[in-house]
């Protein structure tokens, strides 16, 4: 039975409170007194020479405080990378320099040139166009391929080429691989484009910079996940502002799904700016601005291929991907396609060797990161699509081949250097064909048949890595951070506490279930908990949120920090009960003596802290105030199983989805409702991808898809009911609360799904279809079905 409150309990999100009532605060609700606005004159066309910018016009024009280029950012420091990749010959990766502002050249369309700072939004936007920019345009690179050929136009002229670096994983055993490939029984191969997405959160990316001249200190109110980091990058590597000096803070933030990681120029700009103008300078995004200067997602063109031998045994995966990477290297755009994407190529299987050869190419577009599952909805759509093949080839079940390949014991080691320490993937697969009434589905198809319509079941199966870890190693494989996770719990002197995350919440609902966890410990009610995070000057130095790392690594570090205070207010409570702090247990919040009626409330414990008459100073000093910092050892496996039924309409192409199902196991579950929305969220996301989205470029490197008129987001009527159970679980072995992350899973497990459906329908009707890229529009589909 779900409990009143507590871990377990799908106790009601509180901040939704002030979300619904509008009373959220979020970065654009931020003025301050005095402030000026800037607007950004972006390029508008995608690789050229800056000849000359005359400013003299718009410095002029009213309200106009300070005309900003390239030339004033002279000494100061590029946009960092964080992350360097080794590539399979052992060379650190090309890493070019990235301006706040064009400096020399512009590489893509909606590069910032030059910014106007004034007393208005509407003048420093008046002020930008009267900007007269004299650029030579060149030839420009969109096509990763062709970037890569001899004599192809280079968007940075001080790099070798076009390429950032050529990875391989596992590189000792390339070998083998290539040995069990020509052995094997049978082959299948597939050569697939997983597309380019553009997150588009609910609230576009804000920055606004004050500057305090007394104290020399400088404050960033930004929309980000992760505020410390930026605060480390910005400071250190950007602006050169010493971290004492400088404030990061993320207020409520309106969705990030990736895009608000990264430290960006307009960051970093509108900091530098109120200190020149020695005024607050506040930047929002339009939306059209957010497709052209939001990293983008994705953007691979994949081969794969599967080897089985003469039972239908995997015997080896051999990939060759190229992953776009835009004009420059967004924050932890290297480790995408090689340590969050190579290292999960095995999947759900017991594949003995596996093979993955990246190259990141550089092209006069956007730049492209992490968008929500980053590396691991690329490395499943692959393989998960190639596993569906292999079935139809070989004519056996898509099923019962995955169960054949699935592993069965635990902890495994596969052979692209990951441990999986729990999972069950015949447990999740049962779960599935439960849910989604397999059984039923042939009196559905005939159904649809007799109205006209072709319908097609497709499943999918997946495995996560979470909470990216440890430091020490991801150190080793070119991190330039460190990837623990902190908290400070605060308890007040009546009984209540404060507990300071580094994490931070955008959506997740963390003010719930953090407070859950810490309540669940302490045995009080929820409410007495409150939770803070965003804010640099008043939390510990954290590495924020993605990666569904949240709960495993931050809740993680609170659960390390309570413990702190439990045995603490333990040796305070034995005082007070006259009783050995061995005899003393707390429960229920509550210290009682073991094996008698003495007892004192957790209240009372509290206020004593904080007036200690009742023991000796000597021996406890007084409050209750602890921090943590915790390093998980290892990442978090979550796993699934999918499964998606559609209708094609043969006429148009169209693609419904009739049904949806999604079997998780994600470990312990500290609040089944907010695991279940954020499943919903994902699915609906993932989706998108499959059927809707798409981020397209012409050959000019201009943006086709810039605004809702061109790029289709997901409607409630596009999407189902889902059917979502997370009741298989295999708790974490290395984290103190046993749990896995579950933000990005419906955005991974989803896309193959829906391919593997449409195709399954098409191919149910006698059309010669193996494959059709996403997303699945009514055009594709019907040109695939009409050949």
Known sequence: MPKDGGIGASSKRREDVRFLTGAGNYTDDINIRGQAYVHFLRSDIAHGTIKSIDTAAAAGMPGV??????????????????????????????????????????????????????????????????????????????????????GATKVHDDLNDNLCYDWGFVEENKDAVNKAFEDAAHVTSLELVNNRLVANPMEPRVAVGDYAKGTDDSTLYTTSQNPHVIRLLMGAFVLGIPEHKLRVVAPDVGGGFGTKIFHYQEEAFCTFAAKA??????????????????????????????????????????????????????????????????????????TPLIYVNVKAVFTNTVPVDAYRGAGRP????????????????????????????????????????VEYDTGDYHGTMDKLEEMGDFAGFAARRSESEKNGKLRGLGVNCYIEACGIAPSNLVGQLGARAGLYESAT???????GLVVMTGSHSHGQGHETSFAQVVAEMIGIDENMVEIVHGDTANTPMGMGTYGSRSIAVGGSAMVRATEKIINKAKKIASHLLEASEADTELKDGAFSVAGTDKSVAWGDVTLAA????????????????????????????????????????????????????AADDFGNIINPMIVTGQVHGGIAQGIGQALLENCAYDENGQLLSASYMDYAMPRADDLPMFAVDHSSQTPCTHNPLGVKGCGEAGAIGSPPAVVNAVVDALQSAGKDVTHIDMPLSPDRVWGAMNG
């Open 489 to 495: 719990v605060r308890v007040n002197a009546t009984g």
């Open 65 to 150: 405080v300070r005309v900003f280029t390239g030339s004033d950012f002279e000494g100061v420091g590029g946009m960092p990378c964080g992350w360097q990749v080794t590539d399979r010959h052992g060379q650190p990766m090309q890493e070019p320099a990235h301006p706040i502002l064009a400096q020399g050249k512009v590489r893509h369309v909606g590069e910032p040139v030059a910014a106007v700072v004034a007393d208005t939004a509407e003048q420093a936007r008046d002020a930008a166009e009267a900007i007269v920019l004299d650029i030579d345009e060149l030839p420009a690179v969109v096509d990763m391929k062709a970037a890569l050929e001899s």
């Open 610 to 661: 904080y007036v200690p008459h009742n023991y000796p100073l000597e021996d406890i000093e007084p409050g209750l105030e602890e921090t943590a910092f915790y390093d998980p050892a290892n990442f978090t496996y979550p796993s699934g199983a999918y499964a998606c039924e559609v209708e094609v309409d043969p006429d148009t192409g169209k693609v419904t989805i009739e049904r949806f199902a």
């Open 378 to 417: 690329e490395a499943t759509f692959q393989l998960e699509r190639v596993v569906d093949k292999a079935a139809r080839e070989l004519g056996v079940d898509p099923i019962a081949l995955r169960r054949q390949n699935f592993i069965t014991e635990f902890p495994y080691a596969t052979p692209v250097a």
């Open 277 to 350: 103008c020695n005024r607050p300078v506040k930047w929002t995004s339009s939306r059209t601005e957010a497709f052209i200067s939001d990293a983008h997602g994705r953007d691979h063109v994949t081969k794969i291929e599967l080897a089985l031998d003469a039972d239908n045994n995997f015997t080896a995966v051999r990939t060759e991907t190229h992953a776009n990477m835009g004009a420059y290297l967004s924050t932890f755009a290297p480790s995408i396609p090689t340590w969050l994407h190579g290292t999960l190529m095995a999947g759900n299987y017991k």
